[in-house]
Nanobody, 123 residues
Framework: QVHVVESGGGLVQAGGSLRLSCAAS????????MGWFRQAPGKEREFVAA????????YYADFVKGRFTISRDNAKNTVALQMNSLEPEDTAVYYC????????????????WGQGTQVTVSS
C-alpha cells in the first residue's frame, strides 16, 4: 500500500508557473514509477507526465512538452511537477499516482492515487 498526497495547486494567471508536490508514504517509494494525471470538468482523466523508478526516464503528454517538468527525490519520497507557461486549458484537478508495473498513459494501469489538487489558470 502506498499513500500519496498532493499539494501546491492554486490560482495563477496565464503565462505563470506553479509547482505541484506529491508526498508518498508506505511501501518503498523507489519501487514505484510516479506520475501525474489531470481531469478538467466534463472531461476524462488524462495522462500528464511520469517518471521511472530510477529517475532515468521521463514521459510527457504532447500538450505539456517543453512546459512541464517532472522530478522525484527518492530520499525524500517526493515527486514534483513544475508547470511553466500555464494556459487556461491547463485548468484541472491534478492527481499524483504510483505504479508498481510498467509506466502507462492509461489511468487504470496505475495502482495508487491521491485526492488531487486544483489548478486554475485565469486568462
Amino acid at each position: 500500500q502506498v499513500h500519496v498526497v498532493e499539494s501546491g495547486g492554486g490560482l495563477v494567471q496565464a503565462g505563470g508557473s506553479l509547482r505541484l508536490s506529491c508526498a508518498a508514504s508506505g511501501r518503498t517509494f523507489s519501487a514505484y514509477a510516479m506520475g501525474w494525471f489531470r481531469q478538467a470538468p466534463g472531461k476524462e482523466r488524462e495522462f500528464v507526465a511520469a517518471i521511472s523508478r530510477t529517475i532515468s526516464t521521463t514521459y510527457y503528454a504532447d500538450f505539456v512538452k517543453g512546459r512541464f517538468t517532472i522530478s522525484r527525490d527518492n530520499a525524500k519520497n517526493t515527486v514534483a511537477l513544475q508547470m511553466n507557461s500555464l494556459e487556461p486549458e491547463d485548468t484541472a484537478v491534478y492527481y499524483c499516482a504510483a505504479d508498481s508495473g510498467s509506466i502507462s498513459t492509461k489511468q487504470y494501469n496505475w495502482d495508487y492515487w491521491g485526492q488531487g489538487t486544483q489548478v486554475t489558470v485565469s486568462s
